[in-house]
């Protein structure tokens, strides 16, 4: 069964960590580039990261130098590390797989992961 399915979310405090996963089966997990949004109440779904080789990663600006996008393709996992989260991180995290052109647009990603609710407390 083709499916992503995310997992490590949480409640935390402000300043906190929270290491994010996102286990995918049924597909060439290696073949595809792979990103994390994430969608707070009352928002657009927002991008994160992306990321393709290890060497080829995107970050929204509001994450750069807190967040950490990596990948495990023997293990078919792809991982988001939070670091000094804010409470402006609270949002529901969603793993994708990207088949367009444009990391950051969510139109580019077809296959989606159900979810892992952060939430940050002050």
């Known amino acids: 069964q083709v499916q992503l399915r995310d997992s490590g979310g949480g409640l935390v405090q402000a300043g906190d960590s929270l290491r994010l996963s996102c286990a995918a089966s049924g597909f060439r997990f290696s073949f595809y580039v792979m990103g994390w949004f994430r969608q707070a109440p009352g928002k657009e779904r927002e991008f994160v990261a992306a990321?393709?080789?290890?060497?080829?990663?995107y970050y929204a600006d509001s994450v750069k130098g807190r967040f950490t996008i990596s990948r495990d393709d023997a293990k078919n996992t792809v991982y988001l590390q939070m670091n000094s989260l804010k409470p402006e991180d609270k949002a529901v995290y969603c793993c994708a797989r990207r088949v367009g052109s444009d990391d950051r647009n969510p139109s580019s990603y077809d296959l989606w992961g159900q979810g892992t609710q952060v939430t940050v407390s002050s």
């Open positions: 990321i393709r080789a290890s060497s080829s990663i």
